[in-house]
């Protein structure tokens, strides 16, 4: 659907000098915007509005914001960023966008990150998982008694099969002094990381292959397939991060997963099959569910559960 060409609250163009520099996105209004958002289907439109405002730098690109958003373009896509974790995480078309939930795995992460820690962002898309926690151990090391500073409290690296997910991923973790590598899962990393990785995120795609078509058109039509389709039954990637991150975690490492509620039993069950203790964890509010693997160091297998009531 097109939008109209968005009016100038302040002054019309038959009044304008000539002269007069571009009108800044502040000029429009934003009622206005919110009602063409709105007819073009969106259901947000009024805080679409106002990001859309607080974002472009003038109102001929505020006008083309708009236009894409109503193509079906993502948000996330139209703005060039997307919220995580308090973090603004830049996002460019054709790449993943981190959702709000996949915050839980990040705070669950949290719990079995120090500072120091070998932390790997697998299948990593914008980065943002692997930004977003060596953020959090940062600001724990700031608040803590002994003061820290936050360049080297972990060893951060990415890995991605998407050149465009692999460029985008060098801007979010830079603040990190991260490192960004390109190719297919752990083949992708350094050798010298193998057994010696702490934390191994891998937020991997687990839509099964029949549901994709179930998918809203943002995800289905902008994003990338290899990012969402997680095979038939949705955990054929998991499988492979899985047989893998036994000979790549530490003694004590831990791989953490998001899958969806009807998917935690069959997912626990890679992990265990390989070698590795499992459990889970559920955000009630988000609806996130993460299962957790760890790599023993005697050999003693143990599983749980743990629930948290409150979460994005």
Not at 200 to 222: F, G, Q
Not at 238 to 249: E, G, H, K, N, Y
Request: charge should be negative; glycine fraction near 10%.
């Amino acid at each position: 659907m097109s939008i109209p060409p968005l009016p100038d609250s302040s002054t019309s163009s038959a009044t304008r000098p000539p002269s007069a520099a571009e009108p800044s996105p502040s000029s429009v209004s934003c009622s206005a915007l919110a009602a063409r958002l709105r007819a073009a289907g969106c259901v947000f439109a009024e805080e679409e509005a106002q990001l859309m405002i607080s974002s472009a730098g003038t109102a001929a690109e505020l006008a083309a914001m708009a236009e894409r958003r109503a193509e079906g373009l993502p948000l996330e896509h139209v703005l060039g960023w997307a919220e995580f974790c308090g973090l603004r995480i830049a996002v460019e078309p054709g790449v993943f966008v981190p959702r709000r939930r996949t915050e839980f795995l990040v705070r669950q992460a949290l719990d079995v990150t120090r500072p120091g820690s070998v932390v790997v962002d697998l299948c990593c898309g914008s980065g943002a998982l692997g930004a977003a926690l060596a953020a959090a151990v940062a600001d724990v090391a700031r608040a803590g008694p002994a003061h820290r500073e936050s360049h080297g409290l972990v060893e951060l690296h990415a890995a991605d099969i998407d050149p465009a997910a692999v460029r985008c991923a060098r801007r979010n973790v830079a603040a990190a002094h991260g490192r960004v590598h390109e190719g297919d899962l752990c083949a992708a990393l350094p050798p010298e990381l193998r057994g010696h990785i702490d934390v191994l995120l891998a937020n991997v795609p687990y839509v099964p292959t029949d549901s994709m078509s179930l998918l809203p058109p943002e995800a289905r039509d902008h994003e990338p397939r290899t990012a969402l389709d997680g095979g038939p039954d949705g955990l054929d990637v998991l499988r492979r991060v899985a047989a893998q991150s036994r000979q790549w975690l530490a003694p004590g490492g831990h791989v953490l997963t998001e899958t969806s509620e009807p998917q935690v039993a069959a997912a626990t069950g890679v992990l265990e099959r390989c070698g590795l203790s499992a459990r889970t964890a559920h955000c009630e509010e988000s609806g996130a569910a993460v299962v957790i693997g760890a790599k023993g160091t005697s050999g003693v297998q143990s599983g749980g559960r743990a629930s948290e009531g409150s979460g994005r």
